[in-house]
């Protein structure tokens, strides 16, 4: 049995938003505030809840916030005016349309509107082949928050084996191509793989992005591999609960995500970062420059 470092994505990302913060003030002095809106749509519980964390992060990081909320009964026509019309307004450099949308609404649709500049979940088909293709744009918050975490863990992915649980859009398949990016040799798993235990006790890195309480076991992952657990799940207590048995891991794992604040805090991080990004863009100024200066003076940066 060995330590297992918690690997904290609240403190990570709070060090980050508190660079995004002072990089914001310098900003301004160049005559520009980011401003994002968030689009809504229905009454979903939890997504209600996300929106609420995202509008205070981005709001203490001092941008401009505003959330759109239309009924699920609003139009395809209409949804996808609200972003065109956001896409032309200066004043918004990032436009996330909460997902998922409610039944009978066409989220790819909607995504595909998004002016890839403003598009800062990284989602839309411009977004995709940016990313895919790695050139400059937006990368998907989740599977960007990954492996921002190990950096500033200073766990180098370069050569090391990352096995993904899960091909989602939203984190499995995107995270594929970052990691590949970076070197990662990269399996993909998903609920047609056979003997996804194997696949898993092979990995220097297994992220678990599925969905399924504490799916992952124990003894599926070697000693000494590290676990970046994103899935978010309601366990039978009502507490949240990963897709990683967690308990089991601990002493045998070099070091592992805890659920909640791990990946879920990293996620709007990284939000925040691509907003700052494009309103910098916006007014030609290099925003890793005002990130890298704001770094230099913030307390706890690089954690
Ligand atoms: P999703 O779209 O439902 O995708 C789930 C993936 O898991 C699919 O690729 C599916 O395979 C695979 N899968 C399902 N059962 C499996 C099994 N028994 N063995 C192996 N693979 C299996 O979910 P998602 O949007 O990627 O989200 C995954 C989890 O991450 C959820 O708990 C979600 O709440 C959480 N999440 C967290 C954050 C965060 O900020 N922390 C962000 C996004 C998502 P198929 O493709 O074959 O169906």
């Known amino acids: 049995m060995s330590q297992t470092q918690i690997l904290d994505g609240k403190a990570t990302a709070l060090a980050i938003r508190l660079e995004v913060a002072a990089a914001t003030a310098k900003l301004k002095a160049h005559g520009v505030q980011p401003g ?6 229905g009454e ?3 997504s209600q809840v996300y929106v609420r964390n995202k509008d205070r ?3 203490g990081a001092g941008f401009a916030v505003s959330t759109i909320r239309l009924p699920d009964s609003v139009a395809q026509a209409d949804l996808e005016a609200e972003v065109l019309k956001l896409n032309q307004d200066p004043l918004v450099h990032g436009i996330l349309v909460q997902l998922p949308l409610p039944k009978g609404l066409d989220a790819g649709a909607v995504v595909d509107c998004l002016d890839p500049a403003k598009d800062v979940d990284g989602l839309s088909p411009r977004s995709v082949a940016a990313w895919t293709l790695g050139r400059p744009g937006h990368k998907p ?8 975490l190990l950096d500033r863990h200073g766990m180098d992915i370069s050569g090391q084996h990352m096995v993904i649980v899960g091909r989602s859009m939203l984190v499995g398949k995107p995270l594929s191509a970052l990691a590949l990016a970076r070197n990662a040799t990269v399996t993909v798993c998903h609920s047609r793989t056979q003997d996804l235990a194997e696949h898993c006790r092979r990995a220097d890195i297994v992220v678990a992005a599925v969905g399924r309480a504490k799916l992952i076991q124990g003894d599926w992952v070697r000693e000494g591999a590290i676990v970046l657990d994103v899935g978010i799940n309601r366990g039978d207590d009502g507490k949240l609960v990963g897709d990683a048995d967690q308990a089991q891991m601990m002493g045998r794992v070099a070091a592992i995500t805890p659920v909640p604040g791990g990946i879920g805090p990293m996620t709007i ?9 494009s309103a910098a863009h916006s007014v030609g100024v290099d925003p890793e420059a005002l990130l890298t200066e704001a770094a230099a ?3 706890g940066a690089g954690t």
Do not use: Q, R, S, Y
């Open 44 to 46: 979903d519980p939890a």
């Open 141 to 148: 918050c989740t599977p960007a928050g990954c492996i921002e």
């Open 36 to 41: 994002l809106v968030v689009i809504l749509v």
């Open 57 to 59: 992060a981005a709001t």
């Open 269 to 277: 991080a990284m939000l925040i970062k691509n907003t700052f990004h």
């Open 297 to 299: 003076c913030t307390p």
